[in-house]
């Protein structure tokens, strides 16, 4: 039995905030943004649309790519760190707008590698026969937890919403391998304050990033018993082009080769894989059989990789 992704979907707001718009509500320029981190710009959710939301739509869409009803998902993965509030879940009140009524529900907090995690978790009851489609959703409404007068932070986050439906693929394809980790020594260098606020010692999530991301996808490889030859595709956790560029270099790819959205979301935490997974599937970068390596890493600390060949 094999674990992989039969259908795709995502949720990105329409609200566009620019580098040049931060340069007017914070001491930042376009330069400093784009050099330090390649972000361009980023989209900001409105007041209306909660975590929930975006969630729901980005659910909707990997549903129908899929071929199924709702009825038909038996289990809700949702990461988030941005749920709508404690509880109920997020992965509860999509089951209820979606109409997924045979499905169990819970949300996963591993910060930006939560989708990662929320993979392997679906992957584990496939392939135990357990449940046959389940849905993950990596979402995030980070604009939230933003304080818009601490500009090493303010510039970097930006909402949206990604999901896939995990089933049963065929032989030799889905998921490969996978390694997840954890690192709490490292939890106060990202973290949410007594004031709901994101806290971040840059400088140290950076070394940490640039070291995990690289040893990771080498460690799915050989667990898969691939070599870095045989890697069609990166799909890097989008926190900033600095910290993918040094996993791409780690792994020799050619530039093509790694996914890029940063420049136009910013880090979307558990939201940026599976949106850039979306776009390069359905840009047709992304082919049957191609192999991928996704590659994640956040606050906790936390880090997930997956080896996976692509295809039902
Ligand atoms: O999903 C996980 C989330 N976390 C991350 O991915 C973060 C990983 N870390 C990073 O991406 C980088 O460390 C940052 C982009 C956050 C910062 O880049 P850096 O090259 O590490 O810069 P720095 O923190 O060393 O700051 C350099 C300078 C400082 O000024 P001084 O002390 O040298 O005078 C900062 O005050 O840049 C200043 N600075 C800014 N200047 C203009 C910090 N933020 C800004 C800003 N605009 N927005």
Redesign the pocket.
Known sequence: MNAGIIGLGRYIPDNVITNIDLEKK????DE??KT??GIEERRIASEEIDTSHMAYYAAKEAIESANLQADDIDLILVATVTPDQSFPSVSCVIQERLGATKAAAMDLSA??SGFIYGMVTAKQFIETNTYKHILVVGVEKLSKLIDWNE??????FGDAAGAVVISQVSEGRGILSFELGSDGTGGPH?YENERKKII?N??E??KF?VRQMGESSLNVLHKAGLTKEDVNFLIP?Q??I??MEASRQRLELPIEKMSKTVHKYG?T?AASIPISLYEEVKSGKIQVDDVLVMVG???GLTWGAIAMKWGK
């Open positions: 914070m001491d930042t320029t400093w943004i330090r981190t910060a930006c500009r090493s932070t303010a510039v970097l990202l971040m840059g400088r999530v950076f990033a956790h926190a900033n600095r910290i880090n935490s890493f956040g606050g």
